[in-house]
């Protein structure tokens, strides 16, 4: 590819430079990082101190990320949705899929407001759904 890689850093100490904090000068940091991504989730604790970055500890659980708070959404007004109306959506495709888009919709909404609204015309056998759910 015509790269000449001069050093391969860990995740965690490519985010803190990303956030700027190899550039706050000052005595020694702890600094903690946190990624939450669609499947895993990692957390590094590390030293700064002049510009040097060291990893005192790492762990993470590689079956926690944002598609496991979708799943619970959707299971949650699955069951919210038969609680009202007394329907089962759970087989039906369609409908399952209409709901998970609107919950990840709303689980992006929830990184910056503290409510989201769900709003689906005719889920299911022309029911609409109207929800909301708050952090």
Known sequence: SGLNV?????EPTAAA????????????RNVLIFDLGGGTFDVSILTI???????????????????DFDNRM????????KRKYKKDISDNKRAVRRL??????AKRTLSSSTQAS????SLYEGVDF?????K
Request: glycine share 10%; charged share 30%; proline share 0%.
């Open 6 to 10: 001069l050093r391969i850093i860990n």
């Open 74 to 81: 959707v299971n949650h007004f699955i069951a919210e949705f």
């Open 118 to 121: 769900i709003e689906i015309d």
């Open 130 to 134: 109207y929800t909301s759910i708050t």
């Open 17 to 28: 430079i990303a956030y700027g904090l190899d550039k706050k000068v000052g005595s020694e």
């Open 49 to 67: 101190e002049d510009g040097i970055f060291e990893v005192k500890s790492t762990a993470g659980d590689t079956h926690l990320g944002g598609e």
């Open 100 to 105: 998970r888009t609107a919950c990840e919709r």
